[in-house]
């Protein structure tokens, strides 16, 4: 069944109009044999009581707030076209603030005041931008986006390009300036009803979500606290369709494996006196980690570097290095670096424990030592979020889209709504759907894009307006 369009599809392909279902029931059942008119009784009854289906409609002023995104559809395509066409890789400071310029004239029309915060000039990053309106009615909202994207200047440009009716391509299309434009969108449809008056709510699109500037307790200082000061957490990362959003995503830390052993000739390898050297050393390691960590759901590490041999540099700003490797001496010292993923701070501690452990036991002649460095903390599911994913399941069945449902953490990477996760309700994945990220060829979904505004629109005025 899809929510308002009040259908449902039984068995035999025999579908019903829960429109007529009060008035021609009794046609329909008496046409119907007596244990198939039961088994339609019971789908009624369900979808009537536990679905609310005649009880939520769409009310006439979320109507409005469709009917006017639907006719400026072409304006939103623009505004992303724009966007897309200005490269604004996260390294690209005047590429970040020129994309922030353009939207921040756009909140200036749906009624917010904005303004650019600075980062220090050793992080190299180029800013944020927030818009604010400031109000007392319904929850404070706080709605989460980035400028940036992950193609710097020196990387093929890709403009925003129609591949067809319902597909265009471009760098950053859908991540994630396509979701920028879904919040913008939605705003201006809102401030141009009159329906943001009194509400509360600041917009932050960082400039440097896809590489953050490092310390991120600077860089983020100003995100957290100002997310603190609100009640609910929208996040416009890529959208998995229409019927899915992000009520959890994983962490992720990294970490990094030193050892070191006994050198000498090869032919003595093994022995007492020799002993393994580190290489084989490593190779123990890496693959105890497999075998004991990795079928534990929502956790993944991965050894993204390696490097020893009978002499080695490791660069470790750069993450590169150099090693020579000379079959007939045991290996002295080794070098592996990697990340590690998770879903709660609690999954986290414990894989790091047994990590530990496992490195403790050293092959004879070895030594070896594991360090850890956190990263983005992990946005852990909690009954909050599902609170706020049960306004948007209401939403998109009034909508006619059918139901939402929270998708699966482990799809989805770390992200900015990680930082706040702990201090309010959360959802992320509201942004514009579409294939490929991070890759050239990155394309949206124009079919969905409209969709996904009014979604955004319905959902913003009924947190900010309770019933």
Same mark, same amino acid.
């Given at each position: ?79 992303? %076209? ?11 400071? !005047? ?103 009194? %509400? ?34 929208? %996040? ?46 490593? !190779? ?93 903390? %992990? ?89």
């Amino acid at each position: 069944m899809r929510g308002a369009c009040n259908t449902i599809l039984l068995k035999n392909d025999t579908i019903f109009s829960l429109r007529y279902c009060r008035k021609h029931l009794l046609l329909i059942l008496a046409s119907t044999n007596i244990c198939f008119m039961k088994k339609i009784l019971i789908v009624v009854a369900t979808l009537l009581v536990t679905n609310n289906i005649f009880s939520q409609p769409l009310s006439d002023t979320e109507k409005k707030i469709i009917s006017y995104i639907n006719r400026h559809i072409p304006d939103s395509e623009k505004l992303l %076209a724009d966007a897309v066409n200005i490269n604004s890789g996260s390294l690209n400071k !005047a590429g970040v603030k020129q994309v922030g310029d353009v939207f921040a004239k756009e909140f200036v029309l749906a009624g917010f005041s904005t303004e650019w915060v600075n980062l220090p000039d050793s992080l190299n990053r180029a800013g944020h931008l927030v818009a604010i309106r400031k109000g007392k009615k319904g929850k404070k909202v706080f709605i989460i986006g980035h400028l940036d994207t992950v193609f710097e200047p020196d990387m093929p440009f890709s403009p925003y390009t129609r591949l067809n009716d319902s597909t265009a391509t471009g760098q950053g299309a859908s991540d994630m300036k396509g979701g920028d434009v879904v919040v913008i969108a939605a705003l201006q449809a809102l401030q141009s009803l009159e329906l943001l008056n009194d %509400a509360s709510i600041t917009v932050y699109f960082t400039g440097d979500e896809e590489k953050a500037g490092i310390p991120t307790s600077v860089s983020r200082k100003d995100f957290i606290e100002r997310a603190k000061t609100c009640d609910v957490a929208l %996040a416009f990362e890529g959208a998995n369709g229409l019927n899915s959003v992000a009520t959890a995503r994983r962490g992720s830390s990294g970490w990094k494996l030193h050892v070191t052993a006994k050198t000498g000739h090869s032919s003595g390898v093994f022995t007492k006196g020799s002993g393994y050297g580190a290489i084989y050393e490593s !190779a123990r390691i890496l693959n105890r980690f497999r075998e004991e960590l990795s079928t534990e759901k929502y956790l993944t590490f991965n050894p993204g570097l390696i490097i020893g041999g009978s002499d080695m540099q490791y660069d470790e700003k750069k993450s590169k290095g150099e090693a020579i490797g000379k079959t007939n001496i045991i290996s002295p010292e080794v070098v592996v670096t990697g990340d590690l993923r998770f879903l709660t701070e609690a999954q986290k501690e414990s894989a790091r424990n047994k990590m530990r452990a496992i490195v403790a036991q050293n092959l004879n002649g070895s030594k070896a030592t594991i360090s850890f460095q956190d990263g983005i903390p %992990a946005m852990e599911p909690t009954e909050g979020n599902n609170r706020i994913l049960k306004i948007i399941d209401q939403t998109t069945k009034a909508m006619g889209l059918g139901a939402t449902q929270a998708g699966d953490p482990g799809s989805r990477g770390a992200g900015d709504i990680s930082y706040i996760a702990k201090y309010l309700d959360c959802v992320d994945g509201l942004g514009a759907s579409g294939r490929g990220a991070h890759a050239p060829g990155e394309t949206i979904n124009l079919k969905e894009f409209p969709f996904l505004i009014q979604r955004a629109a319905i959902l913003i005025y009924r947190l900010t307006n309770p019933q």
